[in-house]
Each structure stands twice: as C-alpha cells, then as structure tokens.
T-cell receptor, first 112, second 115 residues
C-alpha cells in the first residue's frame, strides 16, 4: 500500500465550478499536510499547509484535514482556467519538512 | 523571491555516460537542498538530502556511488548520474530551503533520457 494515495485524474470542470481534490494516507503519524500546484514544465509551488486536523482558508482555496479518517482535501472555489495545473498533496512527520511524502498529483483542467 | 533554477531542463545521453545536473538558489542561501526523482505516473520520491559542506544523506535504495551529490556552496548543488542506464531515465527535480524558511522551493526539473 502506498503511503499517500491520490487520484491522478484528469479532472475537467467548467469555469466557476467548485473543485474538490483529495488524498488519503496510511501513516497516522503525519502531522503536517501540504498542497502544491505544479504548472507544466515548472517546479511545484506551495499553495497551503495545515497542521493536524482542521480547516484553513486562503482566498479561493480551503485546505481540510481529517486525521481520524486519514483524509485531506483541497477545495477551489470559483475555479479559473489559470487554475489548470497538477495539484500534489504532501505530508511530513514534523514541522521540519526534510522528508516530504508526495501523492502522485491530480491533473486539473478548468475550461472557459 | 525564493527562485530555484535547474540546468539543463532536458538531456539525452548514451548508456554508460555520466550526466551532471545543476540546482541553484537564485535569491537566497540554501542551507539544505533536496533531490527528487519522478517516474511517469508516480510520486515525487526523495533521493537524498544535502546540507552545505556536508556529505549527502541518501534514502534507502538510492545508490550513493551512482548518484553523486555535491553541495559545495550555499547556492549550488549538483547531481551526477554516473554510468547512466535506460532505467535511470526519469524526471529529476531539486528543491532548496534556506534558514529563513521551513518551506522547500522547487526547481523546474530536468528530464533525463538515457538511450
């Protein structure tokens, strides 16, 4: 079993839709949870990070962590064509993010 | 700020040759650099972690004699794939972290194809 599972997609939605991206994980010791966005031929860039369970909101993005279910989500409201990218979840055991465990990434396409 | 570059962006080489990939932090001092590898439809996998001036720490299953990492300065780390074989063909991506951040900043990656 992979430590982090993520549906690779692609996920195709119309502009303005609410997008839900998800990851499940097996190691209950993970404490920090991150979402990265990767445009084609670019490196991943950090979108959001959360610690332990709960929600965190930043503009159109909301990250949610449910440690009891070992399930994390990223919601994108009012999606835009510029949101089209691959979204990777990542997690680590501690705040010292030396060892990040990544999901495979979900490719999102937002069409006008 | 926090820009990381990689060179080359892609490289094709013959089996048995060595390939060097550079990773540079352009606007900050990277005390720690990380090298990842990503095969098609798989996750980014950490290969090794290097701190400036120290030997790299390799993840289990990664051959240190095959993947030579040098982190001689606070802005440059290099990964040399020695005696490359077709199974080494992959996307290699570095990241860097400075003293002011806990976040890793990623480079754009290098696509290696070994014929």
């Amino acid at each position: 079993q992979k430590e982090v599972e993520q549906d690779p997609g692609p996920l195709s939605v119309p502009e303005g839709a609410i997008v839900s991206l998800n990851c499940t994980y097996s190691n209950s010791a993970f404490q920090y949870f991150m979402w990265y966005r990767q445009y084609s031929r670019k490196g991943p860039e950090l979108l959001m990070y959360t610690y332990s369970s709960g929600n965190k909101e930043d503009g159109r993005f909301t990250a949610q962590v449910d440690k009891s279910s070992k399930y994390i989500s990223l919601f994108i409201r009012d999606s835009q064509p510029s949101d089209s990218a691959t979204y990777l979840c990542a997690m680590s055991l501690s705040y010292n993010t030396d060892k990040l465990i990544f999901g495979t990434g979900t490719r999102l396409q937002v069409f006008p | 700020g926090a820009v990381v570059s990689q060179h080359p962006s892609w490289v094709i080489c013959k089996s048995g040759t060595s390939v060097k990939i550079e990773c540079r932090s352009l606007d900050f001092q990277a005390t720690t650099m990380f090298w990842y590898r990503q095969f098609p439809k798989q996750s980014l996998m950490l290969m090794a972690t290097s701190n400036e001036g120290s030997k790299a720490t390799y993840e289990q299953g990664v051959e240190k004699d095959k993947f030579l990492i040098n982190h001689a300065s606070l802005t440059l780390s290099t990964l040399t794939v020695t005696s490359a074989h077709p199974e080494d063909s992959s996307f290699y991506i570095c990241s860097a972290r400075g003293t002011r951040h806990n976040e890793q900043f990623f480079g754009p990656g290098t696509r290696l194809t070994v014929l």
